[in-house]
T-cell receptor, first 116, second 108 residues
Framework: NAGVTQTPKFQVLKTGQSMTLQCAQDMNHEYMSWYRQDPGMGLRLIHYSVGAGITDQGEVPNGYNVSRSTTEDFPLRLLSAAPSQTSVYFC???????????????FGQGTRLTVV | SQQGEEDPQALSIQEGENATMNCSYKTSINNLQWYRQNSGRGLVHLILIRSNEREKHSGRLRVTLDTSKKSSSLLITASRAADTASYFCATNTDKLIFGTGTRLQVFP
């Protein structure tokens, strides 16, 4: 099993450009999420999804869109890139246990994004 | 603001010593999880403790949870240089929210 796969690993964007970060998992996990990690800030939740067709905002959703058309894929779209979105982005998936809990999260290796 | 705050932010110890990291959080939770991150890599799950549990062990790891104080601690016993990493707590409700992390440096 590949686990959680993120592409690309590195990306440089110009201010105002748009792009999509890809995330795919092969563990049939219902819960998927996107985080950004900045120096000294830990991981901050951008958006998450509890299943296909369902998404919700996290702590820092502004400037990002998501959709969940399949269980396997959870792409993150930057609508108009800004230097403040320079960060390392992580995708994660996990299996829900009941309505408001999840088991361990599996993480991708991250996408390092620079906006100039 | 982030749910979890960890203390200390950085910790340096010698091999063989114990390392203790603390996590405080703000709201009721279903479980609390600890993760490890080596520099430049993704996070790896270490241990999960449910809200009705007070203590849990896994190898050299010991986790405690005090829901009345909204706090948890991670103890790594007999540390090794290979334990050098950042450690994060994460609180689980309908989503998983991470703390700010503790950077652990273990010197040989």
């Amino acid at each position: 099993n590949a686990g959680v796969t993120q592409t690309p690993k590195f990306q440089v964007l110009k201010t105002g450009q748009s792009m999509t970060l890809q995330c795919a998992q092969d563990m049939n996990h219902e819960y998927m999420s996107w985080y950004r990690q900045d120096p000294g800030m830990g991981l901050r939740l951008i958006h998450y999804s509890v299943g296909a067709g369902i998404t919700d905002q996290g702590e820092v959703p502004n400037g990002y869109n998501v959709s969940r058309s399949t269980t396997e894929d959870f792409p993150l779209r930057l609508l108009s890139a800004a230097p403040s979105q320079t960060s390392v982005y992580f995708c994660a998936s996990s299996r829900p246990v009941g309505r408001f809990a999840n088991t361990e999260a599996f993480f991708g290796q991250g996408t390092r994004l620079t906006v100039v | 603001s982030q749910q979890g705050e960890e203390d200390p932010q950085a910790l340096s110890i010698q091999e063989g010593e114990n390392a203790t990291m603390n996590c405080s959080y703000k709201t009721s939770i279903n479980n609390l999880q600890w993760y490890r991150q080596n520099s430049g890599r993704g996070l790896v799950h270490l241990i999960l403790i449910r809200s009705n549990e007070r203590e849990k062990h896994s190898g050299r790891l010991r986790v405690t949870l005090d829901t009345s104080k909204k706090s948890s601690s991670l103890l790594i016993t007999a540390s090794r240089a290979a334990d050098t990493a950042s450690y994060f707590c994460a609180t689980n409700t309908d989503k998983l929210i991470f703390g700010t992390g503790t950077r652990l440096q273990v010197f040989p």
